[in-house]
């Protein structure tokens, strides 16, 4: 009769383990997400602004534009647009003009181009402005940028700066590279940070704003009234496809939460113009490429060099535009194997290093434009790595000052942890 009972509880516990649900994906909610559940508490009675653009979305991908709009009690009266402009109808590079919304009548106005940092005139009537855009973790993506900008403007005038958060797609533990250096800040390093910071764009808000990293052009020091609405669900070991937020690319050549890793292992090298990276092919940020090398070979080179986390494959293509447009070239695709142990900024590095040593006729600064080494300098935070690499095309010569800064900005952003 036991036995009986207990083949029977087996097959009760069996049933009830397969019914249960697997691996269920925790939902994290965004700042604006939060903002809705909340009932909007932290704009209440006040006239707001908004700077965000298409990646500024709830989690039913509804705009954030359009939420605030909509919201009782929300009074919003302008748009800001960043880069790319607030719906996303402006490329790469090209300049937002200002404008109004077709879809709510609001003004918009640019944040990309000649203006960077909002005017008074912008201001003018605001209690506060908001910032909501997904970032990708790396300095020289120019959104924290203008969110420096914004709080900088807001120092100003007295204005509130809320800033609804988002997760880092990168994590919140992965530190690479150097501080920027006097004489090379620009609007793709603006801040004394490491290439690859480790922080939420809420996170970095309060670290620039607590340690006096706002500045103005004559070097004062700027401090504004700073809100930050948090995620809730969020942790540091996430990656952003563990979160089960829809994403939504935030520039045309990051379309996955993948290529945010990919922007900081090619990204720098990019720069230089003298190779193809992707952009102009189906793998923007996955793949470094050039004319007339053995792809097998390359490939061979970069496995043997055994990069943990990483791992490469030849490859050939013919990009459809930018960099290589129309011409052959070989080269390879990369893959991150181990987000955790790769290395991400190390990997341009090592492929420059190994096409010197290949090809010493094809080294990336042998061929690449003697105009394109202030935009190397100015991503990189100093002139030192490319006058340094430049002599023997070895990372093992400048590996020790890319990471010589990031203990100690890890230390000095745990003050600043919003989450575990």
Same mark, same amino acid.
């Given at each position: ?25 925790? +939902? ?11 009932? =909007? ?19 039913? /991908? ?29 490329? #790469? ?27 008074? *005139? ?11 855009? +997904? ?5 020289? =993506? ?7 900008? %914004?709080?900088?403007?807001?120092? &100003? ?24 250096? $006097? ?27 607590? $340690? ?19 995620? $809730? ?6 990656? =952003?496809?563990?979160?089960? /937020? ?9 379309? +996955?939460? %993948?290529?945010? =890793? ?33 792809? &097998? ?8 060099? $055994? ?9 050939? %293509? ?10 052959? /070239? ?26 010197? *040593?290949?090809?010493?006729?094809? #080294? #990336? ?45 890890? *230390? /000095? ?8």
């Amino acid at each position: 009769m036991r036995k009986v009972l207990s083949i029977a509880l087996c097959a009760v516990l069996l049933v009830a383990s397969c019914c249960a649900p697997q691996n269920e994906k925790v +939902q994290v909610l965004t700042g604006i997400d939060v903002l809705e559940a909340n009932g =909007f508490q932290q704009l209440k009675g006040k006239k707001v602004g908004l700077v965000t653009n298409p990646t500024g979305v709830n989690k039913d /991908l509804v705009s954030t534009v359009d939420v605030l709009f909509n919201a009782e009690g929300v009074e919003l009266v302008a748009l800001y647009g960043p880069e790319h402009g607030v719906r996303g109808d402006v490329h #790469a590079g090209d300049k937002v003009e200002g404008n109004s919304d077709p879809k709510t009548g609001l003004p918009v106005h640019s944040l990309y181009g000649k203006t960077t940092k909002p005017t008074p *005139e912008m201001l003018e009537g605001l209690d506060a402005i908001i910032y909501d855009i +997904q970032d990708i973790g790396c300095r020289s =993506f120019t959104y924290i940028s203008t969110m420096g900008k %914004v709080m900088e403007a807001a120092a &100003d005038l007295g204005l509130e700066v809320i800033v609804l958060d988002r997760p880092n797609p990168l994590g919140g533990e992965k530190i690479e590279g150097p501080i920027v250096e $006097e004489g090379f800040f620009s609007f793709v390093s603006q801040f004394e940070i490491p290439y690859v910071y480790g922080l939420t764009c809420g996170e970095l808000a309060v670290l620039l704003n607590e $340690e006096g990293l706002i500045k103005d052009k004559e070097g004062n020091v700027k401090k504004c009234k700073l809100t930050v609405v948090p995620m $809730e669900g969020w942790t540091r070991d996430m990656l =952003f496809e563990d979160t089960n /937020l829809p994403w939504v690319l935030p520039s045309p050549h990051i379309p +996955q939460p %993948v290529s945010a =890793f990919f922007y900081p292992a090619t990204g720098i090298v990019g720069d230089l113009g003298c190779y193809s990276i992707g952009v102009g092919y189906t793998l923007p940020f996955e793949m470094i490429a050039l004319e007339g090398a053995d792809a &097998d070979k390359l490939a061979e080179k970069l496995n043997g060099y $055994e990069l943990p986390g990483v791992k490469f494959r030849p490859i050939n %293509v013919k990009p459809f535009y930018a960099v290589g447009k129309g011409s052959n /070239l070989q080269g390879v695709q990369i893959y991150i194997t181990d987000v955790k142990k790769a290395a991400i900024t190390d990997i341009q590095f090592y492929v420059m290093e190994a096409i010197a *040593e290949m090809y010493p006729e094809k #080294a #990336a600064f042998k061929i690449a434009s003697d105009k394109r080494y202030r935009s190397f300098d100015i991503v990189t935070g100093s002139d030192y790595f490319r006058t340094t690499f430049a002599k023997n095309h070895k990372f093992s010569d400048i590996k020790e000052r890319w990471y010589e800064d990031v203990d100690s900005f890890r *230390e /000095l952003s745990k003050k600043y942890y919003m989450y575990k």
